[in-house]
């Protein structure tokens, strides 16, 4: 037998583990190798569980706890291998395990039992507690079984010797105790969402809040099961606060899903329109608001049709202005295309002028040359009195009044509505545009007509028009 000190004797004591007498319940041999789960990666716990102490194996592996799952495995032996010195191997697993027990620190063992004593009362609102990660609790599905796989590297083993006492106690009362724990390396049963559904909440989350989320399947010491969502949100000015979103029941969880999926769709599709406030509430849940109203699943359809009708009702109301607007557009282009004729008359006449005064002859032409009357055409066109057919969007009978209206409803009638907003700005732009072309036109047209009467002014003598002609004129034309 391997030599044991008195820390050693002091530890097992505080055990109660006889290395003579072993317990039966960690004599256990495993009835199968336990199997991780294939192409599943951990990134954080996924489900908590009340576990009883006597369903848990214990295994003791020489990997590191940061190794992988199948590592862990490859190299994990029952506990029983290691309180048995056996043969040569036997002796240094056992030798092993001694310097386990004297590095043991009871004061660890005795806050994890404080620990346990408190989560047995409540669950903690953020789920995971204080170095819940030294657990290492797997559950296999081939086995149907929950390990415990402790590395015999590990500086802290506080949570395996915790787990020997209780189940040595256990032994003794027949009297089982079940610990709150993490379990590595098991996904969500799927029970409440999909897994695409599940990856949605984080992404639909994120948008509201701008923090990821972490989510748990929490299961009560009945095996009731709750899934727990916990994470942060701005309350003030870059000031962050946490919150907790705790479903109970299948319906819960729809009803949770279908609520933050329309109000995402709203507000990614239509950001200018729809923008909604994540907001913690007195019991520190989630709540949704818009214009300063709470947004539920209860009043949820009533805010898509009060949404919907006020949309339709605007949609209609800007078909009705652009139709007036394009009928304002057609007669501004009638005005351009006047002031363009105009204009392009009085430069024809400016040009002949200039043309003529390079001459002798040239100039004695133009002076006796009858004046030449500008007359702009004044052209009556008839201005369509409703929108071009490709551009005029009707609300479809489809979107009648009636008593519901589906999220898609919605998202259709407010794409109209961008469509035909979009339109009104266009068009509004381009009046701005012509009514500006056309203020630039007027001036070139003003100082054409100036230029020309000053030449008819000067024309009333031969020597003053001839004296005018001659001097250094320069013609300003805007």
Known sequence: MIEKTNDVQKNLKYLGLDLNNIPEILLAKMDAEMKPARNYEEKHYKVYKYVPISKIKILLTRANRLNSIQEKCKMASPLYSYLEPEGEEGILRHTLFLKMIKEM??????????EQKKLKKEIPFKVKYKENYLWQIYYSEYTKDYYMIATIEDLDCSCLFYLIKEQIEYEK??????????????????????????TDIEKYLWQFTKDWPLMYEVYDKNENMSFQIVGNTEVYENVKSIYKINLTSSEEATKFYKLIKALFILETEFPSRYKFEAVITENGGLEFLYNSKTIDYENLSKFIKEEFLKNKAENEKLNEEIITLNNILEKLKLVEKDKEDEYHMRQKQVAMYLECKKSFFGKIRYFF?????????????EIPQKLPEEQEEVVEEIYDTKEYYTIENLIDITKILDRITNQTRNVNLDIKALENSIERLSCKIENAKKYIDEIEEH?????????????????RIK
């Open 459 to 475: 024309k009333k003598s031969i020597f003053e028009f001839w004296r005018f002609v001659n001097q250094e004129t320069v013609l």
């Open 105 to 114: 620190n009871i004061n660890e063992i005795k806050e994890i039992e404080d």
């Open 369 to 381: 040359k009858g004046k030449k009357e500008i007359k702009v055409l004044k052209k009556e066109r």
């Open 173 to 198: 009362t027949k009297k089982d105790k079940e610990i709150f724990v993490p379990i590595s390396y098991l996904d969500y049963s799927r029970k409440y969402f999909s897994k695409s559904q599940a």
